[in-house]
Protein backbone atom coordinates (compact mmCIF):
# COMPACT_ATOMS: atom_id res chain seq x y z
CA UNK A 1 0.00 0.00 0.00
CA UNK A 2 1.39 3.58 -1.20
CA UNK A 3 1.01 5.93 1.25
CA UNK A 4 2.59 8.88 -0.42
CA UNK A 5 0.47 11.94 -0.59
CA UNK A 6 -0.28 11.19 3.13
CA UNK A 7 3.70 11.34 3.55
CA UNK A 8 4.13 14.69 1.44
CA UNK A 9 1.22 16.09 3.20
CA UNK A 10 2.47 15.27 7.10
CA UNK A 11 6.15 16.91 6.02
CA UNK A 12 4.18 20.06 4.93
CA UNK A 13 1.60 20.13 7.77
CA UNK A 14 4.38 20.07 10.45
CA UNK A 15 5.96 23.12 9.16
CA UNK A 16 2.00 25.06 9.79
CA UNK A 17 0.28 23.31 12.56
CA UNK A 18 2.05 21.80 15.51
CA UNK A 19 3.11 18.18 15.18
CA UNK A 20 0.84 18.82 12.18
CA UNK A 21 -2.60 17.47 13.33
CA UNK A 22 -5.55 19.25 14.74
CA UNK A 23 -5.82 16.85 17.46
CA UNK A 24 -3.04 14.78 19.28
CA UNK A 25 -4.04 11.46 18.72
CA UNK A 26 -4.64 11.80 15.14
CA UNK A 27 -0.56 12.51 14.73
CA UNK A 28 0.45 8.55 15.56
CA UNK A 29 2.87 9.52 18.19
CA UNK A 30 2.19 6.66 20.32
CA UNK A 31 2.57 4.15 17.73
CA UNK A 32 5.06 5.98 15.23
CA UNK A 33 5.08 6.49 11.49
CA UNK A 34 2.96 8.80 9.43
CA UNK A 35 -0.70 9.63 10.15
CA UNK A 36 -2.95 8.66 6.86
CA UNK A 37 -4.38 11.99 5.77
CA UNK A 38 -8.27 11.00 4.56
CA UNK A 39 -9.72 12.50 1.58
CA UNK A 40 -13.45 10.95 1.82
CA UNK A 41 -15.68 7.87 3.24
CA UNK A 42 -18.88 6.56 1.95
CA UNK A 43 -20.51 3.62 4.67
CA UNK A 44 -18.10 1.71 6.25
CA UNK A 45 -15.20 3.15 4.01
CA UNK A 46 -12.61 5.51 4.51
CA UNK A 47 -10.25 6.71 1.73
CA UNK A 48 -7.09 8.49 2.07
CA UNK A 49 -4.99 10.82 -0.59
CA UNK A 50 -3.65 7.95 -2.18
CA UNK A 51 -6.43 6.43 -3.03
CA UNK A 52 -6.38 3.25 -0.66
CA UNK A 53 -9.56 2.31 0.97
CA UNK A 54 -9.87 1.26 5.03
CA UNK A 55 -12.32 -0.33 6.73
CA UNK A 56 -13.48 2.07 9.37
CA UNK A 57 -13.19 0.93 13.26
CA UNK A 58 -13.31 4.38 14.59
CA UNK A 59 -15.68 6.44 12.59
CA UNK A 60 -14.82 9.73 14.26
CA UNK A 61 -14.05 8.53 17.43
CA UNK A 62 -17.80 7.38 17.81
CA UNK A 63 -19.93 9.68 15.93
CA UNK A 64 -20.41 8.14 12.99
CA UNK A 65 -22.61 5.33 14.00
CA UNK A 66 -24.52 4.90 10.39
CA UNK A 67 -21.36 5.36 8.86
CA UNK A 68 -20.02 7.97 6.48
CA UNK A 69 -21.98 9.62 4.45
CA UNK A 70 -25.34 8.46 5.82
CA UNK A 71 -28.21 9.42 3.18
CA UNK A 72 -30.57 10.55 5.79
CA UNK A 73 -28.14 13.00 7.80
CA UNK A 74 -26.87 14.15 3.98
CA UNK A 75 -30.40 15.39 3.25
CA UNK A 76 -31.00 17.08 6.68
CA UNK A 77 -27.98 18.77 6.00
CA UNK A 78 -28.48 19.91 2.41
CA UNK A 79 -31.98 21.12 3.97
CA UNK A 80 -30.71 23.02 6.72
CA UNK A 81 -27.75 25.02 4.92
CA UNK A 82 -30.78 26.14 1.67
CA UNK A 83 -31.95 27.86 4.86
CA UNK A 84 -29.03 29.87 6.22
CA UNK A 85 -26.00 28.87 7.60
CA UNK A 86 -26.85 30.53 10.92
CA UNK A 87 -28.81 32.94 12.58
CA UNK A 88 -27.20 33.68 16.05
CA UNK A 89 -31.57 33.64 17.19
CA UNK A 90 -33.51 30.36 18.76
CA UNK A 91 -34.97 28.71 16.30
CA UNK A 92 -37.68 25.78 16.26
CA UNK A 93 -34.97 23.07 15.70
CA UNK A 94 -33.42 23.55 19.01
CA UNK A 95 -36.97 23.31 20.73
CA UNK A 96 -37.32 20.10 18.91
CA UNK A 97 -33.57 18.93 19.84
CA UNK A 98 -34.32 19.33 23.21
CA UNK A 99 -37.72 17.64 23.23
CA UNK A 100 -36.26 14.37 21.55
CA UNK A 101 -33.20 14.35 23.95
CA UNK A 102 -35.23 14.66 26.75
CA UNK A 103 -37.86 11.81 25.85
CA UNK A 104 -34.81 9.47 25.22
CA UNK A 105 -32.74 10.33 28.77
CA UNK A 106 -35.31 11.22 31.14
CA UNK A 107 -32.52 12.20 33.67
CA UNK A 108 -32.20 15.19 31.58
CA UNK A 109 -34.94 18.12 32.44
CA UNK A 110 -33.53 20.40 31.18
CA UNK A 111 -30.49 20.92 28.24
CA UNK A 112 -28.50 23.53 26.70
CA UNK A 113 -26.36 22.78 23.35
CA UNK A 114 -23.05 23.98 22.67
CA UNK A 115 -20.75 23.06 20.08
CA UNK A 116 -18.28 20.08 21.63
CA UNK A 117 -17.68 18.15 24.55
CA UNK A 118 -14.94 19.88 25.98
CA UNK A 119 -17.54 22.81 26.36
CA UNK A 120 -20.38 20.33 27.55
CA UNK A 121 -18.50 19.11 30.48
CA UNK A 122 -16.28 22.41 31.05
CA UNK A 123 -20.15 24.20 31.56
CA UNK A 124 -21.25 21.08 33.58
CA UNK A 125 -19.07 21.44 36.38
CA UNK A 126 -19.24 25.69 36.64
CA UNK A 127 -22.73 24.64 36.85
CA UNK A 128 -22.36 22.21 39.98
CA UNK A 129 -20.04 24.75 41.58
CA UNK A 130 -22.39 27.47 41.42
CA UNK A 131 -25.03 25.00 42.19
CA UNK A 132 -23.12 23.62 45.33
CA UNK A 133 -21.15 26.53 46.30
CA UNK A 134 -18.50 24.06 46.49
CA UNK A 135 -15.31 24.31 44.70
CA UNK A 136 -13.62 20.96 44.35
CA UNK A 137 -14.38 18.17 41.63
CA UNK A 138 -13.16 14.45 41.91
CA UNK A 139 -12.75 12.68 38.60
CA UNK A 140 -10.76 9.23 38.10
CA UNK A 141 -7.67 8.23 36.81
CA UNK A 142 -8.03 7.49 32.76
CA UNK A 143 -11.26 9.10 32.13
CA UNK A 144 -10.92 11.89 30.09
CA UNK A 145 -13.45 15.04 29.79
CA UNK A 146 -12.17 16.91 27.12
CA UNK A 147 -9.27 19.61 27.52
CA UNK A 148 -10.51 22.30 30.45
CA UNK A 149 -8.19 22.90 32.93
CA UNK A 150 -9.44 21.33 35.66
CA UNK A 151 -9.87 17.80 33.43
CA UNK A 152 -5.89 17.70 32.64
CA UNK A 153 -4.69 16.28 36.03
CA UNK A 154 -2.86 12.91 36.67
CA UNK A 155 -3.51 11.26 39.67
CA UNK A 156 -0.31 11.78 41.42
CA UNK A 157 0.94 8.75 43.81
CA UNK A 158 -2.16 8.07 45.05
CA UNK A 159 -5.79 7.65 45.54
CA UNK A 160 -5.63 10.42 48.21
CA UNK A 161 -3.24 13.08 46.55
CA UNK A 162 -4.58 16.26 45.11
CA UNK A 163 -4.20 16.54 41.58
CA UNK A 164 -0.52 17.33 40.05
CA UNK A 165 -1.44 18.91 36.38
CA UNK A 166 -0.64 16.94 33.68
CA UNK A 167 -0.17 19.68 30.91
CA UNK A 168 2.12 22.44 30.66
CA UNK A 169 -0.14 25.48 30.66
CA UNK A 170 -2.68 24.18 33.76
CA UNK A 171 -2.06 26.47 37.23
CA UNK A 172 -1.65 24.55 40.44
CA UNK A 173 -4.58 26.76 41.89
CA UNK A 174 -6.60 25.09 39.25
CA UNK A 175 -5.22 21.29 39.87
CA UNK A 176 -5.55 21.48 43.72
CA UNK A 177 -9.34 21.81 43.03
CA UNK A 178 -9.16 18.51 41.34
CA UNK A 179 -9.20 15.41 43.22
CA UNK A 180 -8.50 11.79 41.73
CA UNK A 181 -8.94 8.06 42.31
CA UNK A 182 -9.03 5.19 40.62
CA UNK A 183 -11.57 3.71 38.34
CA UNK A 184 -13.77 1.20 39.87
CA UNK A 185 -12.21 2.06 43.12
CA UNK A 186 -14.95 2.82 45.45
CA UNK A 187 -13.27 2.64 48.91
CA UNK A 188 -10.74 5.70 47.47
CA UNK A 189 -13.73 7.61 46.21
CA UNK A 190 -14.80 7.39 49.88
CA UNK A 191 -11.81 8.46 51.68
CA UNK A 192 -11.21 11.60 49.37
CA UNK A 193 -15.32 12.39 50.19
CA UNK A 194 -14.96 12.04 53.80
CA UNK A 195 -11.19 13.97 53.49
CA UNK A 196 -13.24 17.10 51.98
CA UNK A 197 -16.11 17.18 53.74
CA UNK A 198 -18.73 19.34 52.08
CA UNK A 199 -16.19 20.88 49.08
CA UNK A 200 -16.75 18.46 46.41
CA UNK A 201 -19.20 20.50 44.47
CA UNK A 202 -19.34 17.39 41.72
CA UNK A 203 -18.12 13.66 40.88
CA UNK A 204 -17.95 13.21 37.05
CA UNK A 205 -16.95 9.94 35.30
CA UNK A 206 -17.69 7.86 31.75
CA UNK A 207 -20.02 5.64 33.14
CA UNK A 208 -18.24 3.43 30.50
CA UNK A 209 -14.82 4.13 30.06
CA UNK A 210 -13.50 4.93 26.41
CA UNK A 211 -10.78 6.60 27.05
CA UNK A 212 -7.96 4.35 28.61
CA UNK A 213 -9.47 1.90 26.24
CA UNK A 214 -12.79 0.47 26.85
CA UNK A 215 -12.97 0.07 30.73
CA UNK A 216 -17.10 -1.34 32.14
CA UNK A 217 -17.70 -0.28 35.70
CA UNK A 218 -17.71 -3.51 37.89
CA UNK A 219 -20.92 -4.74 39.20
CA UNK A 220 -22.15 -2.14 42.02
CA UNK A 221 -19.67 0.34 41.86
CA UNK A 222 -21.97 3.33 39.86
CA UNK A 223 -24.88 2.38 42.19
CA UNK A 224 -22.29 3.06 45.37
CA UNK A 225 -21.16 5.85 43.51
CA UNK A 226 -25.21 7.24 43.20
CA UNK A 227 -25.54 6.57 46.65
CA UNK A 228 -22.77 8.43 48.36
CA UNK A 229 -23.32 11.62 46.06
CA UNK A 230 -27.01 11.66 47.18
CA UNK A 231 -26.09 11.13 50.75
CA UNK A 232 -23.18 14.10 50.16
CA UNK A 233 -24.75 16.50 48.57
CA UNK A 234 -22.15 16.04 45.09
CA UNK A 235 -23.67 17.08 41.89
CA UNK A 236 -22.87 13.23 40.09
CA UNK A 237 -22.50 14.12 36.37
CA UNK A 238 -22.18 11.04 33.96
CA UNK A 239 -19.80 12.38 31.08
CA UNK A 240 -21.61 9.92 28.44
CA UNK A 241 -20.24 12.42 25.58
CA UNK A 242 -19.03 8.72 24.04
CA UNK A 243 -21.58 6.31 25.39
CA UNK A 244 -24.69 8.68 24.91
CA UNK A 245 -26.63 7.07 22.00
CA UNK A 246 -23.73 4.73 21.53
CA UNK A 247 -24.79 1.80 23.89
CA UNK A 248 -28.38 2.26 23.93
CA UNK A 249 -31.03 5.15 23.01
CA UNK A 250 -30.69 6.44 26.55
CA UNK A 251 -27.19 5.77 26.90
CA UNK A 252 -24.78 4.01 29.26
CA UNK A 253 -27.78 5.36 31.82
CA UNK A 254 -30.34 3.17 30.72
CA UNK A 255 -28.21 0.33 30.70
CA UNK A 256 -26.88 0.90 34.41
CA UNK A 257 -30.00 1.90 35.49
CA UNK A 258 -28.58 4.76 37.04
CA UNK A 259 -29.84 8.45 37.13
CA UNK A 260 -27.35 11.15 37.83
CA UNK A 261 -27.96 15.13 37.88
CA UNK A 262 -26.33 16.09 35.09
CA UNK A 263 -25.34 14.26 31.56
CA UNK A 264 -22.78 15.48 29.44
CA UNK A 265 -23.18 14.73 25.53
CA UNK A 266 -21.28 15.02 22.11
CA UNK A 267 -19.97 13.18 19.19
CA UNK A 268 -22.75 11.18 18.29
CA UNK A 269 -25.60 14.10 19.28
CA UNK A 270 -23.86 15.87 16.24
CA UNK A 271 -24.19 13.80 13.25
CA UNK A 272 -20.63 14.23 12.36
CA UNK A 273 -20.41 18.61 12.69
CA UNK A 274 -19.80 20.01 16.35
CA UNK A 275 -22.32 19.66 18.55
CA UNK A 276 -22.03 19.34 22.50
CA UNK A 277 -24.88 19.89 25.39
CA UNK A 278 -24.86 19.56 28.92
CA UNK A 279 -28.56 18.84 30.67
CA UNK A 280 -29.97 17.33 33.84
CA UNK A 281 -32.13 18.36 36.98
CA UNK A 282 -34.42 21.37 36.39
CA UNK A 283 -33.19 23.19 39.64
CA UNK A 284 -29.41 22.51 38.53
CA UNK A 285 -29.63 23.75 35.35
CA UNK A 286 -32.20 26.42 36.38
CA UNK A 287 -28.59 27.94 37.83
CA UNK A 288 -27.69 28.95 34.00
CA UNK A 289 -27.84 32.79 32.72
CA UNK A 290 -30.13 33.88 31.69
CA UNK A 291 -32.54 32.09 34.39
CA UNK A 292 -29.56 31.85 36.67
CA UNK A 293 -26.02 33.38 38.20
CA UNK A 294 -23.66 30.87 36.14
CA UNK A 295 -22.77 32.41 32.96
CA UNK A 296 -22.38 30.34 29.79
CA UNK A 297 -22.67 31.23 26.34
CA UNK A 298 -21.85 30.51 22.27
CA UNK A 299 -22.39 32.54 19.12
CA UNK A 300 -22.66 29.52 17.30
CA UNK A 301 -24.51 27.01 19.53
CA UNK A 302 -27.29 25.54 18.26
CA UNK A 303 -26.36 26.39 14.73
CA UNK A 304 -28.79 25.38 12.58
CA UNK A 305 -26.77 22.75 9.93
CA UNK A 306 -25.64 20.82 12.94
CA UNK A 307 -28.96 20.75 14.92
CA UNK A 308 -30.50 19.61 11.92
CA UNK A 309 -27.48 16.49 11.40
CA UNK A 310 -27.90 15.46 14.90
CA UNK A 311 -31.26 15.98 15.07
CA UNK A 312 -31.62 13.42 12.16
CA UNK A 313 -29.34 10.70 13.53
CA UNK A 314 -30.98 11.14 17.04
CA UNK A 315 -34.42 10.91 15.40
CA UNK A 316 -33.13 7.73 13.30
CA UNK A 317 -31.61 5.98 16.36
CA UNK A 318 -34.63 7.05 18.44
CA UNK A 319 -37.24 5.11 15.80
CA UNK A 320 -34.93 2.54 15.35
CA UNK A 321 -33.63 1.07 18.69
CA UNK A 322 -33.05 -2.36 17.36
CA UNK A 323 -30.21 -0.60 15.68
CA UNK A 324 -28.24 -1.48 18.93
CA UNK A 325 -28.58 -5.71 18.90
CA UNK A 326 -27.48 -5.37 15.29
CA UNK A 327 -24.72 -3.21 16.35
CA UNK A 328 -23.87 -5.63 18.95
CA UNK A 329 -23.93 -8.42 17.09
CA UNK A 330 -21.50 -6.96 14.58
CA UNK A 331 -19.38 -5.92 17.26
CA UNK A 332 -19.01 -9.51 18.71
CA UNK A 333 -18.35 -10.92 15.49
CA UNK A 334 -15.73 -8.87 14.97
CA UNK A 335 -14.39 -9.17 18.76
CA UNK A 336 -14.75 -13.34 18.50
CA UNK A 337 -12.71 -12.94 15.01
CA UNK A 338 -10.15 -11.44 16.94
CA UNK A 339 -10.43 -13.88 19.92
CA UNK A 340 -10.00 -16.57 17.46
CA UNK A 341 -7.10 -15.79 15.73
CA UNK A 342 -5.33 -14.60 19.32
CA UNK A 343 -6.09 -17.97 20.83
CA UNK A 344 -4.98 -20.09 18.47
CA UNK A 345 -1.40 -18.46 18.67
CA UNK A 346 -1.38 -18.39 22.37
CA UNK A 347 -1.09 -14.88 22.66
CA UNK A 348 -2.20 -12.81 26.05
CA UNK A 349 -4.65 -10.63 25.50
CA UNK A 350 -7.55 -9.60 27.50
CA UNK A 351 -10.77 -8.21 25.68
CA UNK A 352 -13.12 -5.41 26.57
CA UNK A 353 -16.65 -4.91 25.14
CA UNK A 354 -19.85 -3.66 25.59
CA UNK A 355 -22.29 -3.37 22.75
CA UNK A 356 -20.54 -1.36 19.93
CA UNK A 357 -17.05 -0.26 21.70
CA UNK A 358 -14.01 -2.75 22.15
CA UNK A 359 -10.87 -2.66 22.72
CA UNK A 360 -8.27 -5.31 22.50
CA UNK A 361 -5.38 -4.94 24.92
CA UNK A 362 -2.10 -7.12 24.70
CA UNK A 363 -2.02 -7.99 28.37
CA UNK A 364 -2.82 -10.77 30.16
CA UNK A 365 -4.31 -8.79 33.35
CA UNK A 366 -7.80 -7.96 33.68
CA UNK A 367 -8.55 -4.58 33.10
CA UNK A 368 -10.81 -2.92 35.25
CA UNK A 369 -8.71 1.24 35.05
CA UNK A 370 -5.92 3.09 34.03
CA UNK A 371 -2.80 1.07 35.80
CA UNK A 372 -4.25 -2.38 34.34
CA UNK A 373 -4.36 -0.52 30.85
CA UNK A 374 -1.18 0.31 31.66
CA UNK A 375 0.44 -3.12 31.87
CA UNK A 376 -0.02 -3.86 28.22
CA UNK A 377 2.72 -3.97 25.56
CA UNK A 378 2.42 -1.13 23.70
CA UNK A 379 5.38 -2.00 21.45
CA UNK A 380 3.10 -5.16 20.50
CA UNK A 381 0.15 -2.86 20.00
CA UNK A 382 2.34 -0.49 17.16
CA UNK A 383 3.18 -3.32 15.55
CA UNK A 384 -0.20 -4.55 15.14
CA UNK A 385 -1.63 -1.13 14.40
CA UNK A 386 0.93 -0.52 11.13
CA UNK A 387 0.02 -4.20 10.12
CA UNK A 388 -3.79 -3.88 10.04
CA UNK A 389 -3.61 -0.06 8.97
CA UNK A 390 -1.13 -1.84 5.52
CA UNK A 391 -4.02 -4.17 4.79
CA UNK A 392 -6.62 -1.33 5.13
CA UNK A 393 -8.00 -1.35 8.47
CA UNK A 394 -8.36 1.66 10.33
CA UNK A 395 -7.98 1.16 14.29
CA UNK A 396 -7.36 3.72 16.98
CA UNK A 397 -3.89 4.47 16.67
CA UNK A 398 -3.02 4.12 20.38
CA UNK A 399 -3.76 1.42 22.85
CA UNK A 400 -5.83 3.36 25.15
CA UNK A 401 -8.45 3.94 22.99
CA UNK A 402 -11.91 2.36 22.37
CA UNK A 403 -13.17 1.19 19.21
CA UNK A 404 -16.45 2.19 17.62
CA UNK A 405 -18.31 -0.10 15.21
CA UNK A 406 -20.94 1.47 12.99
CA UNK A 407 -24.39 -0.39 11.16
CA UNK A 408 -21.96 -0.08 7.71
CA UNK A 409 -19.83 -2.99 8.40
CA UNK A 410 -20.97 -6.19 6.98
CA UNK A 411 -20.63 -9.55 6.46
CA UNK A 412 -17.86 -9.05 3.84
CA UNK A 413 -15.90 -6.18 6.13
CA UNK A 414 -15.92 -8.49 8.95
CA UNK A 415 -14.48 -11.12 7.03
CA UNK A 416 -11.65 -8.96 5.99
CA UNK A 417 -11.17 -7.45 9.78
CA UNK A 418 -10.62 -11.11 10.55
CA UNK A 419 -8.08 -12.05 7.85
CA UNK A 420 -6.54 -8.87 8.19
CA UNK A 421 -6.01 -9.79 11.60
CA UNK A 422 -4.72 -13.90 10.81
CA UNK A 423 -2.22 -12.16 8.61
CA UNK A 424 -0.93 -9.71 10.94
CA UNK A 425 -0.51 -11.67 14.09
CA UNK A 426 1.85 -14.35 11.73
CA UNK A 427 3.39 -10.69 10.41
CA UNK A 428 4.29 -9.73 13.94
CA UNK A 429 5.00 -13.03 16.09
CA UNK A 430 6.35 -14.73 12.84
C1 LIG B 1 -14.46 13.05 23.25
C2 LIG B 1 -14.82 13.22 24.67
C3 LIG B 1 -14.87 14.49 25.29
C4 LIG B 1 -14.45 15.74 24.58
O1 LIG B 1 -15.26 16.04 23.50
P1 LIG B 1 -14.68 17.01 22.35
O2 LIG B 1 -15.84 17.17 21.42
O3 LIG B 1 -13.51 16.32 21.77
O4 LIG B 1 -14.31 18.29 23.01
C5 LIG B 1 -15.31 14.57 26.59
N1 LIG B 1 -15.64 13.48 27.28
C6 LIG B 1 -15.60 12.24 26.74
C7 LIG B 1 -16.03 11.07 27.53
C8 LIG B 1 -15.16 12.08 25.43
O5 LIG B 1 -15.06 10.85 24.91
Not at 113 to 119: D, F, H, K, R
Not at 212 to 222: H, Q, R, S, W
Amino acid sequence: MQTIQSKILFEKAQNLIPGGVNSPVRAFKSVGGTPIFMQSGRGAYLYDEDGNRYVELINSWGPMILGHANPIIEKAIGEAIAKSFSFGAPTRREVEMAELIISMMPSIEKIRMVNSGTEATMAAIRVARGFTGRNKILKFEGCYHGHADSFLIAAGSGAITTGVPDSAGVTAGVAQDTLTAPFNDFEAVKTLIEANENQIAALILEPVVGNMGCVLPENGFLEKIRKICTEKGIVLIFDEVMTGFRLARGGAQEIFGIKPDLTTLGKIIGGGLPVGAYGGRKEIMDCVSPVGKVYQAGTLSGNPVAMAAGFAMLTHLNENPTIYQDLTKITTQITEGLRKGLDKRGLKYTMNQIGSMFTLFFTDQKVTNLASAKTSDLGLFGKYFHSMLSKGVYLAPSQFESMFVSTAISAEDIRHITEAHEASLTEILG
